[in-house]
């Protein structure tokens, strides 16, 4: 299991859960899961007799995994749509893999492992670009207030320092 995997489903005999309990478990609103399920990211275990949504631990386990890629690591939900599309044709590709003995077949599913395993890397270094840049920036900013701080401490006017274009 990796990093970006979603954590294993506990297996639980709790009851399915409506919309409201699974907000305040997972510190969503109500109105953020049900735009998840529209854009695909989730989709209700079951329905109730009155057509209320129902959700099961794994639907908690995943939109707590969404929302800790969101809020703790910044993805966009196109690229975690992308990471969870991927980690599901992961687990599928895994099965046929074990299920066939046709080398064919088994070569097409490693090969189709691989370019989903280069996607994740791509989005990761991605990230980690937009990550280094931004530090970049603060560092510069800090540079920057520094050496206002210097003047200031040495009894000088505030010089205008300029920034670093770039």
Request: hydrophobic residues 40%; neutral net charge; proline residues 6%.
């Amino acid at each position: 299991m990796s990093h970006l995997d979603p954590p294993a489903p506990q297996v639980d005999t709790a009851p399915l859960l409506r919309i409201q309990e699974v907000a305040e478990e997972t510190g969503l609103t109500p109105r953020t899961i049900r735009y998840y399920e529209e854009v695909g990211l989730l989709a209700p275990a079951a329905r109730s007799g009155g057509a209320y949504r129902l959700y099961d631990v794994e639907d908690k386990e995943r939109l707590r995994f969404i929302r800790g890629l969101r809020d703790d690591a910044g993805f966009s939900l196109s690229e975690i749509r992308q990471l969870l599309e991927d980690d599901q044709a992961r687990a599928r590709n895994r099965d046929r893999f074990r299920a066939t003995q046709d080398p064919a077949e088994r070569r097409a599913l490693v090969v189709d492992a691989l370019d989903r395993a280069d996607r994740q890397v791509a989005t990761l270094r991605g990230k980690v670009a937009r990550l280094e840049a931004m530090l970049a920036a603060a560092a510069e900013r800090r540079a920057h207030l520094a050496g206002h701080l210097a003047d200031l401490d040495a009894g000088r006017k505030p010089a205008h320092h300029p920034r670093p274009t770039g």
